[in-house]
């Protein structure tokens, strides 16, 4: 079973409105930390936005925001005011309580914005 | 400033030919991993390392072979390449705890003829 499953291979959203990227997770940990990834076409892979699961408010960083709902195994990122630079892939992955602190990727969805 | 380093940034190879990638990292950090992206299918870890000396296998390690002799070094090993290993390669290293996010190198493009 895939444990981390990103529902939308691509999306499209307007230059300064804001989006929300699914994901949902698969773990019987209570522990496990929750990571979001860009890779815009050079290549290179950003963190943007980590939660935990015992944090209880939503984690935020500037125009990012995580909508957490642990209940349903899911940690949404929302985008707000995108911008043309906004434009990449981006990946979840979870972490569990383990010895080698590896990260279990989804498969992605592209966002494109549009001017 | 450098981060995590991989070399070379791409490579094509002849089927049965071997290689290695290098992936350096200055930030001190324990563990190292690496993993390869495919259309499709995000990122899946083929061998990590938790401290020097140490190597285990992860999700997809058949093919490949990883040595970490020096702690700033994570070798990825390819004996006898296949085209079913075209792809993107990923090298990252992380501190040993739970809340820092791994930091990645910009990536090996790799092609087999």
């Known amino acids: 079973a895939q444990k981390i499953t990103q529902t939308q291979p691509g999306m499209f959203v307007q230059e300064k409105e804001a989006v929300t990227l699914d994901c949902t997770y698969d773990?019987?940990?209570?522990?496990?930390?929750l990571f979001w990834y860009k890779q815009p076409s050079s290549g290179e892979m950003i963190f943007l936005i980590y939660?935990?699961?015992?944090?209880?408010q939503n984690a935020t960083e500037g125009r990012y925001s995580l909508n957490f709902q642990k209940a349903r195994k899911s940690a949404n990122l929302v985008i707000s005011a995108s911008q043309l630079g906004d434009s990449a892939m981006y990946f979840c992955?979870?972490?569990?309580?383990?010895?080698?602190?590896?990260?279990?990727f989804g498969s992605g969805t592209r966002l494109l914005v549009r001017p | 400033n450098a981060g995590v380093t991989q070399t070379p940034k791409f490579r094509v190879l002849k089927t049965g030919q071997s290689m290695t990638l290098l992936c350096a990292q200055d930030?001190?950090?324990?563990?190292m991993y690496w993993y390869r992206q495919d259309p499709g299918m995000g990122l899946r870890l083929i061998h990590y390392s938790v401290g020097e000396g140490t190597t285990a296998k992860g999700e997809v390690p058949d093919g490949y072979n990883v040595s970490r002799l020096k702690k700033q070094n994570f070798l990825l090993g390819l004996e006898s390449a296949a085209p079913s290993q075209t792809s993107v390669y990923f090298c990252?290293?992380?501190?040993?705890?739970?809340?820092?996010?791994?930091?990645f190198g910009d990536g090996t493009r790799l092609s087999i003829l």
């Open positions: 930030m001190n950090h324990e563990y």
């Open positions: 992955a979870m972490r569990e309580v383990d010895s080698s602190y590896k990260l279990i």
């Open positions: 990252a290293s992380s501190q040993q705890i739970f809340n820092q996010p791994q930091h």
């Open positions: 939660q935990g699961s015992y944090d209880e």
């Open positions: 773990t019987s940990d209570q522990s496990y930390g």
